[in-house]
């Protein structure tokens, strides 16, 4: 395969594999480490592993996108690409340092790229700072994320903070070297440290890199820029031309249902748009923890007889976060909700659902965890890096649209349940 791909969580694997899908390679989702053999694919085929590691510590991290990085190499992946958020979401403490240096230690790499910048969804780079749409990352929402607040724009600073005795080794490509085209960004490469951070305001930027940094055996960023990798490798010879994109067969049947476990601002607009047309369960941590969960059974039940698409969230407002995580730890309070989400899901699979929007990454990997799916076949986007997947479990097909927090705008839901037919 031309390209193995490892995921710090599940939307982040189906946001990456929806793009890579778009730019005309065949695609394979795996959800969490295969068991299996890896079994070599096309010569131009992508595989992606989809990880649930973002906000876990930093040793466990490695450890699992190690031996996800062992998998795609026995499968024959001539490139590596480690994919986090767009938003960068990882503190002082995070994981998006340590984990990119231990793949390249293990693959005897010199050099990677950051290129984290999404354009199409609002998140750019420039002189090392990301922005959130016209606002700094850290004056965005991202500032009150419940897992990975925000709380500095200069991603040079942050990443550094996370490499301890590589911290010195963190440097930048800035937006008027890449404006200068490929062989100035290749040129500028060769002067630059061990961890490069990369500017880029628009999908031209992106395409730059790709052409100047392809030949690297590892890249690191969001999806957007991944999705020009294959162009870059078309140019060099090095895959045939662009496949049509894989078609998703029809969804299936069945009821549906709204889960999410997401507090972010998007997602907060998202919940409270749908929930004024649609029965909502909220679910509260507090409550959670003395073992009350609002009836969610007989609720979901009822919802689904009279045949409601309903929506079970623990979607809130910052307050509301910083109090149940002040009253329970910030690990039990996303814990409980994320559990309790995961249960509604068995319970809903269990009752005919057929078709789940879930909101979260972490949410998303509980459920899928949950419900035992361990493969996705990526379909078309429902919005720009959300596609309908197709997965399997016990029970048979069922349809998952897998939303990171921040992506879609406030009709999502309405969006993805209206395109699932």
Avoid at 48 to 65: E, F, G, N
Avoid at 165 to 188: F, M
Avoid at 290 to 300: F, N, S, T, V
Avoid at 396 to 411: H, I, T, V, W, Y
Wanted: aromatic content about 4%.
């Amino acid at each position: 395969m031309i390209l193995g791909c490892i995921a710090d969580d599940f939307t982040g694997a189906t946001d990456l594999a929806a793009l890579l899908v778009r730019a005309g390679v065949p695609v394979s989702l795996r959800i969490g480490l295969p068991s299996g053999p890896a079994i070599p694919g096309p010569a131009d085929g992508v595989e992606v592993v989809a990880l649930k590691i973002r906000s876990i510590p930093p040793d466990q991290a490695v450890a699992q996108a190690l031996a996800a990085l062992d998998w795609l190499r026995a499968g024959g992946a001539r490139h590596v690409y480690w994919k986090y958020c767009s938003t960068f979401d990882s503190t002082a403490r995070g994981n998006i340092g340590p984990v990119a240096q231990a793949l390249m230690a293990r693959l005897r790499a010199r050099q990677t790229l950051y290129v984290p910048s999404f354009p199409e969804n609002g998140r750019r780079v420039f002189m090392g700072n990301m922005f959130v749409g016209d606002q700094p990352l850290a004056e965005s929402p991202m500032k009150d994320h419940p897992l990975n607040p925000m709380r500095d724009s200069d991603l040079t600073r942050v990443l550094a903070a996370q490499l301890g005795d590589d911290a010195d080794k963190v440097g930048q490509l800035d937006w008027p070297v890449i404006r200068r085209g490929a062989r100035a960004i290749a040129e500028a490469m060769g002067r630059c440290s061990t961890h490069v951070i990369c500017d880029a305001i628009d999908d031209s930027d992106l395409a730059l890199l790709a052409q100047a940094a392809h030949h690297l055996p590892l890249l690191t960023g969001g999806s957007a820029f991944a999705r020009h990798l294959p162009e870059a490798w078309r140019a060099a010879g090095l895959i045939g031309p662009a496949g049509g994109r894989d078609a998703l067969p029809v969804l299936p049947h069945g009821p549906a249902l709204v889960l999410s476990g997401s507090c972010s601002a998007m997602t907060r607009r998202q919940v409270a748009g749908y929930a004024a047309h649609a029965p909502a369960l909220k679910l509260d941590p507090l409550r959670l923890a003395a073992g009350d969960d609002g009836g969610m059974a007989d609720w979901l039940a009822t919802q689904l007889r009279a045949g409601a698409v309903p929506i079970i969230h623990g979607t809130a407002e910052p307050a509301e976060v910083a109090a149940a995580q002040a009253a329970l730890g910030t690990e039990r309070a996303g814990a409980l909700v994320e559990d309790t989400l995961a249960r509604a899901a068995t319970l809903a699979r269990g009752l005919g659902v057929a078709r789940f929007v879930v909101a979260g990454g972490e949410t998303s990997g509980a459920i899928t965890g949950a419900l035992g799916v361990t493969a996705l076949r990526v379909g078309a986007e429902i919005a720009p890096g959300v596609p309908w997947c197709l997965g399997e479990d016990s029970a048979g097909p069922l349809a998952l649209a897998l939303k990171s927090g921040n992506f879609g705008d406030e009709g999502f839901f309405d969006r993805a349940l209206a395109q699932a037919g």
